[in-house]
């Protein structure tokens, strides 16, 4: 059975989290947002420490989850499945926090550990779904599989620190659509190209 007690004190953990970074996170805090006392969450916590590592796993493994069922998610096409794994995890990896403190998981925590796990995990996932399209003759006999991983995590790590964007009427989103955009209109095979017509990608 679920304990909606811990499942409620590590939502007010991870919300505080996002919004103050884990220095803002105390017991205290925790326990005023998730309705409870001090003394309970100690019952499910050994302090602020730990709520912090159990809140940065809880959400590591819910990221990996969602990217791993996108991964493997047969009925997407190339495109849309690199394009949704890489969407799903550049808002992870983005380095700045807003201007009022709030942030994803990843730039509150600002963990090099967290950050170095996604983006390997990141790489396995990737690297999958390219090999996927070329076993499918979808990729260009040309491009390895292992180079071309690496491409696409340069283009993911680059937007993540791309600077001097935020006055431009685009987004760093827009930048990675157009990066997928000019990459995959490259690599693709005839096949592969005939197979991704439609693809809101490369409209």
């Known amino acids: 059975m679920l304990d909606t007690t811990r499942e409620?004190?590590?939502e007010a953990a991870t919300a505080?989290?996002?919004?103050?970074?884990?220095?803002g996170l105390t017991v205290e805090a925790t326990a005023?947002?998730?309705?409870?006392?001090?003394?309970?969450?100690?019952?499910?916590?050994?302090?602020?420490y730990a709520l912090i590592d159990v809140a940065a796993a809880a959400w590591m493994d819910g990221l990996l989850a969602d990217l791993g069922a996108i991964a493997a998610d047969a009925s997407l096409p190339f495109v849309t499945?690199?394009?949704?794994?890489?969407?799903?995890?550049?808002?992870?990896?983005?380095?700045?926090?807003?201007?009022?403190?709030?942030?994803?998981?990843?730039?509150?925590?600002?963990?090099?550990?967290?950050?170095?796990?996604?983006q390997a995990r990141l790489h396995g996932f990737i690297a999958g779904i390219v090999q996927d399209a070329i076993?499918?003759?979808?990729?260009?006999?040309?491009?390895?599989?292992?180079?071309?991983?690496?491409?696409?995590i340069n283009i993911v790590s680059g937007l993540?620190?791309?600077?001097?964007?935020e006055d431009e009427p685009f987004t760093r989103v827009d930048i990675l659509t157009d990066s997928l955009?000019?990459?995959?209109?490259?690599?693709?095979?005839?096949?592969?190209?005939e197979a991704m017509r439609g693809s809101p990608l490369l409209k």
Do not use: C, Q
């Open 8 to 10: 409620r004190i590590l």
């Open 16 to 23: 505080i989290i996002r919004e103050r970074g884990p220095e």
């Open 81 to 118: 499945k690199l394009n949704a794994i890489v969407e799903r995890s550049y808002a992870e990896l983005k380095s700045r926090r807003r201007p009022d403190g709030s942030g994803s998981m990843a730039a509150s925590l600002d963990v090099p550990g967290f950050r170095a796990d996604l």
């Open 135 to 152: 076993d499918e003759g979808l990729v260009r006999d040309d491009f390895d599989a292992r180079r071309l991983t690496y491409v696409i």
């Open 181 to 193: 955009k000019a990459l995959v209109g490259g690599i693709l095979t005839p096949t592969g190209a």
């Open 160 to 165: 993540a620190v791309l600077a001097g964007i």
């Open 32 to 48: 005023d947002r998730a309705g409870v006392s001090r003394k309970t969450v100690y019952n499910h916590f050994d302090g602020k």
